[in-house]
């Protein structure tokens, strides 16, 4: 389990994380959102005692991880794919963590497997392709087996084949009761592979709650209805308090009326439904608006 107490960093003038409380819990994996520069890679960092917070504290299942022994038995992690040396073998690489961790040299072999390099064991680091090198990284993550593990932006460089691995693997390690922490900017992979979301905007918590809690927060949620009597049923909608928008063929689209309450009106004035469908927002779409006021970078529209 990982605890964040009232987490604060400076830069110099420049605040990074403010007061920044929240726990990721074991059997979940757990979808680290924001926009760029909302403090996401600084809060990974200070997790791992990478960084010294200006005040504030992060433990890991009740310890600061700086007091860990032997850590990639505690918490593995992925933070920068590129960062290892690039005239090492991939086996050799994986050796000398498990060495210094305390870790079977077995254990090498059985992480590449998984992470399907083994063929690649014994080729130099330097001239892997961005997607190996993020498999090597997710094989390092794995090498202790530990009980929490951490990943910013995984799914770089990745083949459709190697997101079908990374998203099966988090499922089983969440349902193996680990702590998953994810750090991605694909909305549609959260949505298909998180259980929880932390969302920061600025460096300050935006929310800490479901996938679907935080999508169902956004706007979008509308009611498809199509009836061959659209004519009676609109002013019917909006006498209830309804927008409704009358689309091509009969259909109309309804916000703030449940399907359950439109299927009740239909019915008492005898009007045939065709179709009723319940649209409720997108993570993406409730992400964008969310976070609308926390963006620190934004594009200017196209002249």
């Known amino acids: ?53 200006t005040s504030g504290s992060v433990t890991i299942d009740g310890r600061p991880f700086r007091s860990l022994p032997r850590g990639l038995r505690h918490v593995g992690a992925l933070l920068d794919a590129g960062d290892v040396h690039g005239g090492r073998t991939a086996r050799a690489h994986l050796r000398a963590l498990a060495r210094s961790n305390g870790i079977p040299r077995s254990r090498v072999d059985e992480v590449l497997h998984e992470a399907g390099l083994a063929d690649a064991a014994g080729r130099r680091i330097g001239g892997f392709s961005l997607g190996m090198r993020q498999r ?15 990943f910013d932006e995984p799914l770089n460089g990745l083949d459709p084949e190697g997101v079908f691995w990374v998203r099966s693997l988090f499922r089983r390690l969440a349902g193996e009761g680990r702590t998953v922490f994810v750090s991605s900017h694909l909305m549609s992979e959260m949505e298909h592979t998180a259980d929880q979301l932390i969302v920061l905007g600025r460096g300050e918590l935006i929310a800490a709650e479901s996938v679907a809690e935080f999508a169902a ?18 002013p019917l909608l909006t006498s209830e308090g309804a927008a409704v928008q009358r689309e091509a063929e009969g259909q109309l689209t309804v916000v703030g009326l449940s399907t359950d309450r439109i299927a009740e009106i239909a019915f008492e004035q005898r009007i045939l439904l065709t179709e009723l469908t319940n649209h409720t927002g997108s993570l993406e779409a409730a992400f964008m608006e969310l976070t609308a006021d926390s963006v620190e970078y934004l594009a200017g529209e196209t002249q």
């Open 136 to 150: 090597l990284g997710i094989a390092t993550a794995l090498l202790g087996d530990p009980p929490v593990l951490l």
């Open 217 to 234: 927060r956004g706007a979008g949620k509308s009611v498809s209805v199509r009836t061959p009597d659209p004519a009676r049923l609109l």
């Open 1 to 53: 389990m990982i605890e964040v107490h009232e987490l604060t960093k400076r830069y110099g003038n420049k605040l990074a994380v403010n007061e920044l409380s929240f726990s990721v819990h074991p059997g979940h994996v757990t979808g680290f959102l924001g926009p760029n520069g909302a403090g996401k890679s600084t809060t990974l960092r200070l997790i791992l005692g990478l960084n010294t917070p």
